[in-house]
């Protein structure tokens, strides 16, 4: 179990090799699949309203050949079989179409993911790499605590069941940060002055319903400002908190974590958002069927919906109007000045 299988244990000759399987790829293409997928919007039959290929299928073998320091091993190919990967498919698949249909966010998402991380990305996506787009996310974006793995047989097998939000949204960087300062008005308390930094957005529903627009008032209170009673012990002043802002600008996007919402909160969604001063319109969600413990996602392009589940033989189908969002783990929004 130890030696036979070294290469498999150093994430450093794995990079390498996912690296490499771009000179093998020799496939012609004139387009790219953003523009293939815009395409068949444009050309679809009533009939059949599915993509004419499965795009980003559930799970993936990865076939790798052993490297020189694996020359004493056997077998000389070994596999990498990837398992639960809904929790980063529907976010990969909406990262791709957001990069694609906006010019400038590649550079802008670079800046906290790495340009050949972005580059890489696109390559693999624009050559049906599926699998080898979900292990460049496993190997470069994640950690070894937010996935299981172990040797099976002759294959390394990666189990990504989770949350979503820990496997893909936690592991953007500081792109989503966001940064509010409390003063507490008590002179003598433990500490006066205090930073907090929040790397995702959660927002919680509504105390009551109905409400105009829960989820704009939800995210408004996500960053206004707030007087609570201090949380130091001993300490019985008032905590004011400034206006939350992000860390580093507006950014591209941003992904709101709707986990606490339920079905009868979600009846409106709104298209446009106004967040810290910006705005915001809808370009997708990621949904949760709970019986299945099992992640889908949808996403508009020029206003048409599709929706994507790896797990089905048609995966990206074309919809007849916009879903109903009324299971949803995410809600992704694109600033809008960008288009
Ligand atoms: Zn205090």
Request: glycine share 4%; charged share 25%; proline share 5%.
């Amino acid at each position: 179990m130890e030696s036979k299988f070294c290469i498999l244990t150093d994430a450093e000759d794995l990079r390498t090799l996912i690296s490499s399987t771009e000179d093998n790829l020799q496939i012609e293409r004139t387009r790219t699949l953003f523009e293939e997928i815009r395409a068949s919007i444009n050309n679809n039959e009533e009939e059949d309203r599915s993509f004419w290929r499965p795009v980003l299928p559930w799970g993936g073998v990865y076939t790798i050949r052993a490297g020189r320091r694996a020359i004493s091993c056997t077998p000389l190919y070994v596999k990498i079989s990837l398992k639960n990967t809904c929790t980063i498919d529907g976010f990969l698949m909406i990262l791709y179409i957001i990069l694609r249909d906006n010019h400038s966010f590649p550079r802008e998402v670079g800046i906290f993911l790495g340009r050949q991380f972005v580059e890489h990305f696109l390559y693999l996506m624009d050559s049906y790499d599926y699998t080898t787009v979900k292990m460049l996310w496993i190997w470069d974006r994640m950690s070894k605590r937010q996935y299981r793995s172990v040797i099976h047989h002759a294959a390394l097998e990666i189990d990504l069941f989770g949350n979503e939000h820990e496997n893909f949204t936690k592991n953007l960087e500081t792109m989503l940060s966001t940064m509010q300062e409390s003063l507490c008005t008590n002179w003598s308390c433990p500490a006066r002055f205090q930073e907090f930094l929040q790397r995702t957005i959660n927002i919680n529903p509504p105390h009551e319903l109905p409400h105009r627009d829960p989820i704009q008032s939800a995210v408004e209170e996500f960053f206004c400002p707030k007087i609570i009673l201090c949380k130091e012990l001993g300490c019985n002043g008032l905590r004011e908190f400034s206006q939350r802002v992000f860390c580093h600008g507006p950014p591209p996007f941003v992904i709101l974590n709707m986990q606490l919402w339920k079905s009868e909160e979600l009846s409106y969604v709104p298209y446009h958002l106004a967040l810290s001063q910006h705005r915001y319109s809808l370009e997708g969600a990621t949904l949760f069927n709970k019986e299945e413990h099992h992640y889908s996602a949808a996403f508009q392009i020029d206003g048409y919906w599709m929706h994507y589940d790896g797990l089905r033989s048609d995966n990206l189908i074309l919809l007849n109007k916009p879903p109903e969002l009324l299971l949803l783990s995410s809600l992704v929004y694109i600033r809008a000045s960008d288009k």
